[in-house]
């Protein structure tokens, strides 16, 4: 099977930035979105950002990431990236990425159990 392997978190001060990266271990075609995801202690796991394989124009955000965030993907790797700026406390957490090959609709993309594939993740921190 598939795996997605996350790199790039670590601890940063509010404000600063960081770059988080997701790399399959092999090129799957047949992937129609891909997202990140969040959870930190205590919290639900939050949507962070999806994105259509079939084309940059279509990205999705969580409304506690817009305008901050930001998600690209390396169509000929399937390599997904998550630009994050202006970091807050909050944003701190476990981000992992994930993958599906069905079409999902407005009301679900952000439903992690839509995805059949998803990385261990990489830790965020984000000091006050």
């Known amino acids: 099977q598939v795996q997605l392997v996350e790199s790039g978190g670590g601890s940063v001060q509010a404000g600063e930035s960081l770059n988080l990266s997701c790399t399959p271990s092999?090129?799957?075609?047949?992937?129609?979105?891909m997202a990140w995801f969040r959870q930190a202690p205590g919290k639900e796991r939050e949507g962070v950002a999806v994105?259509?394989?079939?084309?940059?124009?279509?990205?999705y955000y969580g409304d506690s990431v817009k305008g901050r965030f930001t998600i690209s993907l390396d169509k000929t790797k399937n390599a997904l990236s998550l630009e994050m700026r202006s970091l807050r406390p909050e944003d701190t957490g476990n981000y992992y990425c994930?993958?599906?090959?069905?079409?999902?609709?407005?009301?679900?993309?952000?439903?992690?159990?839509?995805?059949?594939?998803r990385g261990q993740g990489t830790q965020v921190s984000v000091s006050s």
């Open positions: 994930a993958a599906t090959s069905r079409w999902l609709h407005g009301g679900v993309i952000f439903g992690a159990d839509e995805y059949e594939v």
């Open positions: 092999e090129y799957t075609a047949n992937w129609r979105f």
């Open positions: 994105i259509w394989t079939g084309s940059d124009v279509y990205r």
